[in-house]
Nanobody
Framework: QVQLVESGGGLVQPGGSLRLSCAAS????????MKWYRQAPGKERELVAA????????TYAYSVKGRFTISRDNAKNTAYLQMNSLKPEDTAVYYC?????????WGQGTQVTVSS
């Protein structure tokens, strides 16, 4: 079955960096776009970044553009989110997402906390 497992979250000071990973299994990874979402306490889940099957096209939320980079390694069935210049407002649980066979799959999420 489809599984998505995020890792790489943690506590970081403002201005710091983190790299999130999403290990995928149970589907043909290189045939599907991948997305990263986040959900802060008391707020709705929001789309952060997306990447096409080959990685040729990426899109970003306005709030993270220029600071975050989404990428993927199809040989490793893994998607990444490099987060630089982190701000306290980036604090949230980050989820990777894949839309496979008309169903949205989610990982368990990884907590990112930006605080001094």
């Amino acid at each position: 079955q489809v599984q998505l497992v995020e890792s790489g979250g943690g506590l970081v000071q403002p201005g710091g960096s983190l790299r999130l990973s999403c290990a995928a299994s149970g589907f043909t990874f290189n045939s599907y776009p991948m997305k990263w979402y986040r959900q802060a306490p008391g707020k709705e889940r929001e789309l952060v970044a997306a990447i096409t099957q080959t990685g040729g096209t990426t899109t970003y939320a306005y709030s993270v553009k220029g600071r975050f980079t989404i990428s993927r390694d199809n040989a490793k069935n893994t998607a990444y989110l490099q987060m630089n210049s982190l701000k306290p407002e980036d604090t949230a649980v980050y989820y990777c997402n894949a839309y496979v066979s008309r169903y949205y799959y989610w990982g368990q999420g990884t907590q990112v906390t930006v605080s001094s």
